[in-house]
C-alpha cells in the first residue's frame, strides 16, 4: 500500500472511532447502552404522601389515635385492607364506606421491587418534583422559575435522538409550576428538547371546549373579548415565565399528529368514552387522557403528576380518598397498557414515587370526621418510597430499606429512567453519588 494511502485509510479509521457523529436529532454519537424497555411511564404519586398511611399502612393508627390498620394502596402493594372505620370509600365525603374494587391480580410490589424508606432532602411540592424529574437537588431554585439543570425529558430527547411526541409530561392542573418543569434553561439543552405538556383536565373542561373544540374564527371588531380570552387561555401556563411560547421542536408532522389527537379527545370527551378509571373525576380523569396519550403516540418516556392528596393541609379524610383513588388510577393505568395497548405491553417499566412525605404531628385543623389534618416541614416529610416494574426488574424481592436504614434517594429516579432505556453512562452533571435504584439492590 502507498504511503499516502496508508495514512489516507488510517485518519479515516481513527475518526470514525474518536470523533463525534452529529445524528440528524442533534444528539452526539449513537445510543451503547442496552435498554430493558421500549417505553419509561414516571407516576410522580406527588402531593406530600405520608409514609404511616400508605406504604407503612397504619392507616388511622399513627394519625388519629384509633386502633384500625391496614392496605389502602392494594394495586401497589401487599397487604390486607382496614376492617373498621372505613372512609376512604365512594359513598360520601364523610362516609367514603365502599373501598374501589382492586383493579390489578398481582401488585406492582410483587410484580417489581419496592422500596419502603427512600429520602426526599425537600419539603416543598416543587423542590421535590424539580428532584425527581433532575437527578439533582437544587435548593436554590425559586418557585415560577425554569429549573437550572437538565430534565429527563431533554436527556431522553438528546441522547437516545427520539422525537417531541415520544415525549410527554401530563399533569393534573397548570398550578404550583407544575408546567415549568417540561424543559430546563439548561445552555446545553432547552426548549428543543422538551416535553408535550399536557393538562388534560383544564384543556378538555369546559375551557378548552368554550375556546378550542370547533377552533372557531373570531371577528376582531365584534369579538375581542372572547379572543384575549382564549389568547390567556393557551398563554396560561407560560405566563409566569415571562416569555413568548417555546419552541420544542415538533415537526410539521407531528403538530399535525397532536390537533388530530387533540380533536378526538374533544370528540369522544363528549360521547363519554374516553379511556378513564371505572371510578373517574378529578385527577383520575388525568389518568384517563394519559392512557389515550399512550395509545396514540407510545412515547418513550411518560411523566405523569398526581397531586390530589395535597389536600391534607386541612381535610384528612379526602387525602385517605384520594390516596386510595390515586392508587386505582394507577392500577387501570397499568391494566390499560398491559391490556389495551399491545405495542407496549411487556415493553414497558413503570416507576412510581411521591415527591416528598408528611409532617409526624398534626396541626390544628380537624375536619367532618374529627380527623386531624397535616402539613409538611418536619423530619417525617423527608420519608418517601419507591416502586418500579416491568421489564428487566426483579420481582418479588423483599421489600428493601426501613426507617433506621433509609435505601434510595429521589436523586436516583432521573438515573433509573435512563438506564432502563439504554443510557445511563451518557448522562452528564449528575453527582458521582447520583446512582440509579438498581445500583441500590
Known amino acids: 500500500m502507498k504511503r499516502r494511502k496508508f495514512i489516507k485509510n488510517s485518519i479515516l479509521g481513527s475518526t470514525a472511532i474518536t470523533m463525534p457523529f452529529i445524528l440528524p436529532s442533534g444528539r452526539l454519537f449513537a445510543s451503547t447502552g442496552s435498554a430493558m424497555a421500549d417505553h419509561v411511564v414516571f407516576v410522580a404519586f406527588a402531593g406530600g404522601v405520608r409514609q404511616q398511611e400508605s406504604v407503612l399502612q397504619r392507616y388511622l393508627y399513627d394519625s388519629q389515635d384509633y386502633p384500625s390498620e391496614g392496605n389502602i394502596l392494594y394495586n401497589l402493594l401487599d397487604g390486607a385492607p382496614p376492617t373498621e372505620k372505613i372512609v376512604y370509600g365512594t359513598d360520601g365525603v364523610v362516609d367514603g364506606d365502599t373501598p374501589i374494587p382492586s383493579i390489578l391480580n398481582q401488585s406492582l410490589e410483587s410484580q417489581g421491587v419496592l422500596f419502603k424508606e427512600m429520602v426526599s432532602s425537600h419539603a416543598g411540592h416543587y423542590g421535590g418534583l424539580n428532584t425527581l424529574l433532575t437527578g439533582n437537588y437544587q435548593y436554590t431554585q425559586g418557585l415560577k422559575s425554569k429549573s437550572q439543570m437538565p430534565t429527563i425529558f431533554e436527556y431522553v430527547r438528546r441522547h437516545l435522538g427520539v422525537p417531541a411526541s415520544k415525549v410527554w409530561y401530563i399533569g393534573n392542573g397548570i398550578g404550583n409550576s407544575i408546567p415549568l418543569l417540561d424543559y430546563s434553561i439548561h445552555p446545553d439543552y432547552g426548549s428543543q428538547y422538551g416535553a408535550n405538556f399536557l393538562a388534560p383536565t383544564i384543556t378538555f373542561g ?64 363528549q360521547q363519554g368514552v374516553i379511556a378513564h378509571p371505572p371510578v373517574n373525576g378529578g385527577e ?71 415527591e416528598q412525605g408528611r409532617n409526624l404531628e398534626s396541626n ?39 426507617e433506621q436504614n433509609p435505601v434510595g434517594d429521589l436523586l436516583n429516579i432521573t438515573p433509573t429512567i435512563a438506564e432502563i432505556l439504554g443510557f445511563k453512562e451518557q448522562l452528564p452533571g449528575l453527582t458521582a453519588t447520583n446512582q440509579s435504584l438498581f445500583d441500590l439492590i
Open 284 to 354: 383520575l380523569d388525568a389518568i384517563g387522557y394519559a392512557c389515550e396519550v399512550l395509545k396514540r403516540f407510545k412515547p418513550t418516556l411518560s411523566v405523569i403528576y398526581l397531586s390530589s392528596v395535597d389536600v391534607c393541609h386541612s381535610n384528612f379524610t379526602s387525602y385517605l380518598r384520594n390516596l386510595h383513588r390515586a392508587d386505582h388510577g394507577v392500577g387501570h393505568l397499568w391494566d390499560f397498557i398491559q391490556n389495551q395497548i399491545p405495542e407496549m405491553s411487556g415493553k414497558t417499566a413503570i416507576i412510581l414515587a411521591p
Open 364 to 402: 390544628n385543623i380537624v375536619d367532618a370526621n374529627g380527623f386531624k389534618a397535616y402539613d409538611h416541614s418536619d423530619q417525617n416529610t423527608r420519608r418517601v418510597f419507591g416502586i418500579m416494574a416491568g421489564p428487566g426488574i426483579p420481582s418479588s424481592l423483599p421489600s428493601i430499606g426501613n
Open 206 to 269: 369546559n375551557d378548552g371546549f368554550n375556546h378550542l373544540k370547533n377552533a372557531k374564527v373570531y371577528h376582531p371588531e365584534d369579538e375581542l373579548a372572547p379572543m384575549y380570552k382564549m389568547k390567556y387561555f393557551l398563554d396560561n401556563v407560560w405566563y409566569s415565565q415571562g416569555r413568548s411560547l417555546p419552541n420544542i421542536g415538533n415537526t410539521e408532522e407531528e403538530k399535525f399528529e397532536i390537533k388530530e389527537f387533540f380533536k378526538e379527545m374533544f370528540e369522544k370527551t
